[in-house]
């Protein structure tokens, strides 16, 4: 079967970046940088981008570009019984796929919402008790669905869907040529008014004036690796997907370049959209920015609302905000779900119209749990286990594989092949030693931690169902497909 191939350089970055920002560099970005050191943190997070995330991405784009498949094609290529990691990090983009639909949909509500600001003089109440109608439920204990909870979610999987069942250069490029220029223009026209507003500066002030003190401290550089890792799309099936369908003459270093630093530069773009909002929110409301200021899924639909109430003209800035957060979040659920469906093309040999078909019929069903009472708290928990736990463990081995298990400079000496912009040997020390270092202190500190300690107070049963035999299971099947494919004698031959 030959293999589909994006129409055009831009069309490619175009859904790389597209992948790469979504709704996390919007909500945990600023706060990030105001949590480690404001204007100090771009020390170790501009590390980070050129000791880890630009290698990682050269890495993928090199991988997929060179061995032309999907992740478990690409790890199987590498060595037949490696393709039980290809599968793991599909598990990883499938589970993320049917939670993140939910945030997307949130999104989509409150752009209804924010034309009349339906949420009221409380958006926490509103939130929480009134649209989410959390009540007494649990992760496991979901109570009843929520019809609009659903809808939104249906146009959300209805637009996804459209994208990847038509194919990469009809649907997905199509998409991301629409979606990302029109994501940009929205934050800047947002911040072209931000920036006016009373209180503002002191906003931005709070997030970049520098606290360099915190650059002694291993957490900040701990923070901003993280940060690299979480918002670039790497180690998750994605971006092997992605560079698979790469004409073969691609510039590589290139385009992996291009979309780290725009990805980088938009979080930080989003930072100064927020924090000028939040230092308006402050001045109003004659509060310290200490207190407005939030993380996550309050900072979206509890801060931002209540900023809105107080914004000039909120009828126009609300819907602006809210449509760049769902216009993010779609961008990048189509990236996770294609590389779902491309695993599955590869291994089955399944027509894109029947494998797009079953991948989202089938998430939009298993997705249904995160449109209940308790769909918050499953979201809440699911994700912070497949986020801190198992991507982190699937980036970590990635880099182990390729690194110490094969030649890294044959990767590099491939991209060279086809790139302008040559890498030399701080390619191979980084991914080697830097990164892989990196990712086994958060790791390990996440595990520790999380063993310890636990997650967000959820009961034991709840964390070890939902968290922990999770990831297992996911890396059971893995391990279970590889094995049959070994026992059927179908192993891809050894690059």
Not at 106 to 120: E, H, N
Not at 240 to 246: D, I, T
Request: proline share 4%; with cysteine.
């Amino acid at each position: 079967m030959q293999r589909e191939q994006w129409n055009s350089r831009v069309g490619f970055i175009l859904a790389a970046v597209g992948s790469a920002i979504g709704l996390g560099n919007i909500w945990r970005f600023p706060y990030m940088a105001y949590e480690n050191g404001g204007g100090a943190f771009f020390i170790p997070y501009l590390f980070a981008m050129l000791s880890a995330g630009i290698p990682f991405m050269i890495m993928e784009f090199s991988l997929g570009h060179k061995l032309r498949g999907a992740a478990p094609k690409v790890f199987a290529k590498l060595g037949g019984k490696l393709e039980w990691l290809g599968w793991f990090q599909v598990f990883i983009a499938a589970v993320i796929g049917v939670y993140y639909v939910a945030v997307i949909a949130w999104a989509m509500s409150y752009l209804c919402f924010s034309f009349d600001q339906s949420w009221g003089d409380d958006p926490n109440a509103f939130f929480f008790n009134e649209y989410l109608q959390l009540g007494q439920n649990s992760p496991t204990h979901l109570g009843n669905f929520q019809s609009h909870i659903i809808f939104p979610m249906v146009i959300a999987w209805t637009i996804t869907s459209l994208a990847v069942f038509t194919g990469v250069k009809a649907g997905i490029e199509r998409a991301s040529k629409v979606m990302m220029p029109l994501l940009a223009l929205m934050v800047l026209v947002i911040i072209g008014r931000v920036i006016f507003l009373p209180g503002a500066m002191e906003g931005l002030n709070y997030m970049f004036e520098p606290d360099f003190s915190k650059l002694l401290d291993a957490k900040v550089w701990s923070a901003a690796y993280g940060q690299i890792f979480f918002s670039l799309s790497v180690g998750f099936a994605i971006m092997l997907a992605y560079s698979s369908y790469l004409p073969d003459k691609s510039d590589i270093s290139n385009n992996a370049f291009m979309t780290v630093l725009i990805n980088c530069g938009f979080s930080i773009t989003a930072g100064i959209l927020i924090f000028g909002i939040l230092g308006y929110m402050a001045q109003e409301q004659a509060k310290p920015i200490t207190e407005v200021v939030s993380s996550g899924v309050g900072l979206a639909f509890v801060t931002l609302p209540a900023a809105i109430n107080l914004l000039p003209l909120p009828y126009i800035m609300g819907p602006l905000l809210f449509l760049a957060l769902v216009v993010a979040g779609l961008s990048s659920h189509i990236s996770i779900v294609e590389a779902v469906i491309s695993a599955i093309i590869d291994k089955l040999n399944w027509p894109r119209k029947k494998a797009a078909s079953i991948v989202c019929g089938g998430g939009f069903l298993i997705s249904m749990a995160f449109a209940t009472n308790g769909g918050l708290l499953l979201l809440d928990l699911v994700d912070y286990f497949i986020n801190n736990i198992a991507l982190l463990t699937s980036c970590l081995i990635e880099l182990l594989i390729i690194t110490w298990l094969f030649k890294v400079a044959d990767v590099r000496e491939h991209v060279n092949q086809f790139s302008e912009v040559k890498v030399g040997m701080w390619f191979e020390i980084c991914l080697r030693f830097i990164s892989p270092i990196m990712l086994a202190i958060i790791l390990g500190n996440n595990l520790l931690t999380t063993l310890n300690e636990g997650y967000g107070g959820y009961p034991a049963f709840d964390q070890l169902v939902l968290g922990w035999c999770l990831v297992a299971t996911m890396l059971g099947v893995a391990f279970i497909i590889n094995l049959v494919t070994l026992g059927k004698g179908k192993q891809e031959p050894r690059l």
